[in-house]
Each structure stands twice: as structure tokens, then as C-alpha cells.
């Protein structure tokens, strides 16, 4: 069964470095979104992309974050000098209609330190 | 904007028992509504999701769901309790418009399976 897979499933970072979380979405879906969920709260919608661009942002994706798809199977999220705040489980999700349908995968969980 | 109530971040039930996590949601337009389940260490799982047509839904693992325009609601109900139930329940709502489009989660509510 199709999947989305996300590496990798724990990554811990000192405070101010980048880091780059990967997804690779179901092949055949054409919408990729990356949610997080802090330790105890609910999850949150971080961002939406389609057809090489962002669609929808939430207040949380300021300037340190962004998405990329490289290579035309990878969807990545970059934190470009993380802080203690982004610590929490980050989740790239994936659909083939912006019906909100979307299959997630594990999630990363990052820790700043 | 839409926005998604959980009532009760955590609910205890025993094995057998009725299951029921109640979701109220507010939005502008009709909005297609879900719910998704969280194993510990796990990542999210569609339980059970209603975009347009009957209004009972039914989903993986025995569990249905009703939506109720008049009530604003999308509860979901299992009939009987088992002990793999276990998990963190979220309710999400989508408004579904032309466009990429994120979900809307509601806080979580933590079922506890007593045995």
C-alpha cells in the first residue's frame, strides 16, 4: 500500500542551526502539506504547495521556514536557525485533490537543544 | 475560517462499552469533515471522513460518525470498546475550496480503555 515516508523519524539540533526534514509523498498525489504538533497540543497546519509553489501558509511559517521540492519526489522542510520552540513532531502529508484527503506520514520529531 | 471543537481531552470508557468523542465545528461554507487516529509512536491514520452525501459515515476499526448540519456536529461512536482503541482521537475540517486547502484540527481527545 502506498505510503508516505519521512526521514528522519528523530533528529535533535542545537539552537540556530538548519535543519532539513525530507518527505517523499505518494507518487501519483499532486498536493503536499507539512503540519507539526508540539508535545501535548494539537496539530497545526504549517503549510500547503502545489505545482511547485505554496498555496496556503499559516502564521507559523514565517521567514525561517520553507519547502522545497527538489527532485520530483521530494518534499522537504527547511528550518534555517531553529529555536527551542520548534521543538515538536513534524508531519508532511500528501493528496491527489485539495480535499484536505490527505495521507500523512510517521513524522519527524525534532528537538532543539 | 473554520475552526473545530473537541469536548473532552480525555475520555475513559471500559472494554465493550459504547465510545463516543464529540467534535463541534464552525465554518462559513460546507465543510468536509474527519477524523484521524494516533497510536502512540505513530503518525495520523484517516479514521473516517465526510465530504458530501450520507450523512453516516462508517470507517476502519467499527467506528461511524454522523454529521449534524442543524447541530454542528461530526461525534464519532463505536459501538464497543476494545482494548486497541486505545489512542489520540483528532477531529479536522476542511473547507474544500478550488486550491490547495490545510485541515483544521481540533485539540485531540485521548480515549482510555479500562479493562
Known amino acids: 500500500e502506498p505510503e508516505v515516508t519521512q526521514t528522519p523519524s528523530h533528529q535533535v539540533t542545537q539552537m540556530g542551526q538548519e535543519v532539513i526534514l525530507r518527505c517523499v509523498p505518494i507518487?501519483?498525489?499532486?498536493?503536499f502539506y507539512w503540519y507539526r504538533q508540539i508535545l501535548g497540543q494539537k496539530v497545526e497546519f504549517l503549510v500547503s504547495?502545489?505545482?511547485?509553489?505554496?498555496?496556503?501558509k499559516s502564521e507559523i511559517f514565517d521567514d525561517q521556514f520553507s519547502v522545497e521540492r527538489p527532485d520530483g519526489s521530494n518534499f522537504t522542510l527547511k528550518i534555517r536557525s531553529t529555536k527551542l520552540e520548534d521543538s515538536a513532531m513534524y508531519f508532511c502529508a500528501s493528496s491527489v485533490w485539495d480535499r484536505g484527503l490527505a495521507f500523512f506520514g510517521q513524522g519527524t520529531r525534532l528537538t532543539v537543544v | 475560517a473554520q475552526s473545530v471543537t473537541q469536548l473532552g481531552s480525555h475520555v475513559s470508557v471500559s472494554e465493550g462499552a459504547l465510545v463516543l468523542l464529540r467534535c463541534n465545528y464552525s465554518?462559513?461554507?460546507?465543510?468536509?469533515l474527519f477524523w484521524y487516529v494516533q497510536y502512540p509512536n505513530q503518525g495520523l491514520q484517516l479514521l473516517l471522513k465526510y465530504t458530501t452525501g450520507a450523512t453516516l459515515v462508517k470507517g476502519i476499526n467499527g467506528f461511524e460518525a454522523e454529521f449534524k448540519k442543524s447541530e454542528t456536529s461530526f461525534h464519532l461512536t463505536k459501538p464497543s470498546a476494545h482494548m486497541s482503541d486505545a489512542a489520540e482521537y483528532f477531529c479536522a475540517v476542511s473547507l474544500g475550496r478550488g486550491g490547495a486547502d490545510g485541515l483544521t484540527f481540533g485539540k485531540g481527545t485521548h480515549l482510555i480503555i479500562q479493562p
Open positions: 507518487s501519483n498525489h499532486l498536493y
Open positions: 465554518s462559513s461554507v460546507p465543510p468536509y
Open positions: 504547495f502545489y505545482n511547485n509553489e505554496i498555496s496556503e
